[in-house]
């Protein structure tokens, strides 16, 4: 059982979160606790919508872990180099533009087509899902050369998500990766020695906690953090780290239950009212992270082989996703127009089904033949960096 092997069961249970909750806005707004409208006083229904359960349909949450182990691998990569130079740094940058965007290309060429053949229609999206995205992702109005410049430019640079709704994440990404490059530049410095290093890794991330007000950059930091401790062989306390990961855990599910009060929530806090829910999302990812460096029992669950097999191609099936739903959706106008829930199953299948293998196909025929190449160009003067972990630091959203 390799260390990265159950980084990519996590991955796949997170990619299914996120299915379940856009599926979700396809069927039933009852499935969401921050569009539910029903009686809180007791019974199933509090049981399934306002309790931990709810986390089953949280993407937001399975987003904030995402970033977290994003940060925690892009930091464990780039700290492998004992003398990380401003040269590797801006080499680390580029190889990772290209991890995160090639993949795109191939994601926005299947878009054009579906849309070219017509198979591509938003409009039969329900209410819901329009409340959520807009109209603005799906901009059929778009020629080939868009498709191709949206994914190299203006998704990384720009933000813009034209057509695919997941894109927004690609810029902060792009650029999160580049600051936590940097941070490691600064942390890694051969001039600190000792314990020195030590505070001052710790330090800094405290400092950048404290500063940020933005749950994915809290995320990513805390990513960084779980490395430095990991470089710093501070794992050994485990007792310690394990009450500090049940309370951030513990925290976790306590937002999760919804912002009225109700059995599983007295005090009336939660998902949807607290302006913090998604830091205390991030600060969850990391207790969960750190209960799994710590467990060999859930890294052995993790490591399951479906779970590696979803987790690997993860990405390319999180970009695609949204494309199988929108053509889903389509088909089972046709299959069932006058049954609603034969419809929505039939939805919940093919999107299921039509993620798993558009997503796998993406994955093989571009994201792994990427990843190969880069992990044979040098990286300036310090060639044999990140060459073992570049695979593993996938985008996560």
């Not at 707004?29 to 306002?50: C, R, T, Y």
């Not at 700290?79 to 130079?85: E, R």
């Not at 990991?230 to 976790?252: M, P, Q, W, Y």
């Amino acid at each position: 059982m390799s260390r990265d092997s159950y980084w990519d069961g996590l991955r796949a249970l997170l990619l299914f979160l996120v299915l379940n909750e856009h599926i979700a806005r396809m069927l039933h707004p009852v499935l969401l606790n921050s569009e539910v409208l029903i009686d809180n006083s007791g019974g199933i229904d509090v049981a399934l919508f306002f309790s931990p359960i709810q986390l089953l349909f949280n993407g937001a949450a399975a987003v904030s872990v995402m970033f977290c182990l994003t940060g925690y691998l892009i930091s464990r990569s780039a700290f492998k180099s004992q003398n990380l130079l401003s040269f590797d740094v801006i080499i680390l940058f580029l190889k990772r533009y290209l991890r995160i965007c090639t993949p795109i290309v191939g994601a926005m060429i299947i878009t054009y087509l579906a849309i070219a053949t017509g198979v591509f229609e938003p409009q039969r999206l329900s209410p819901l899902f329009i409340t959520t995205f807009g109209y603005e992702p799906f901009n059929l109005d778009v020629s080939f050369v868009d498709m191709i410049k949206q994914a190299l430019v203006t998704s990384p640079f720009l933000m813009n998500r034209d057509n695919n709704p997941m894109l927004w994440v690609v810029s902060v990404e792009l650029y999160a990766s580049f600051a936590l490059y940097l941070l490691c530049l600064i942390t890694t410095n051969k001039w600190l020695k000792g314990n020195i290093q030590i505070m001052v890794s710790l330090s800094v991330c405290a400092v950048l906690i404290c500063l940020n007000h933005h749950e994915i950059s809290i995320a990513f930091v805390l990513g960084h953090t779980l490395a430095v401790l990991e470089r710093f062989n501070l794992l050994r306390h485990r007792k310690l780290l394990s009450v500090i990961a049940t309370i951030a855990l513990g925290g976790f599910l306590f937002v999760l239950k919804g912002g009225e009060q109700n059995p599983f929530n007295f005090v009336g806090a939660g998902v949807h009212q607290l302006d913090s829910q998604y830091i205390v999302y991030g600060w969850g990812g990391a207790g969960l992270m750190l209960l799994i460096m710590l467990s060999k029992r859930c890294q052995r669950c993790l490591s399951s082989k479906p779970l590696q097999l979803v987790g690997k191609a993860s990405y390319s099936m999180l970009l695609i996703h949204i494309i199988a739903l929108v053509i889903a959706t389509k088909w089972g106008a046709y299959v069932a127009p006058h049954d609603v829930v034969y419809q929505y199953m039939f939805v919940s299948i093919v999107t299921y089904i039509g993620t798993f293998w558009l997503g796998t196909g993406l994955y093989l025929a571009i994201e792994k033949p990427v990843l190969k190449l880069l992990t044979r160009l040098p990286l300036g003067s310090n060639i044999k960096l990140v060459t073992a972990d570049l695979p593993n630091a996938h985008p996560t959203n």
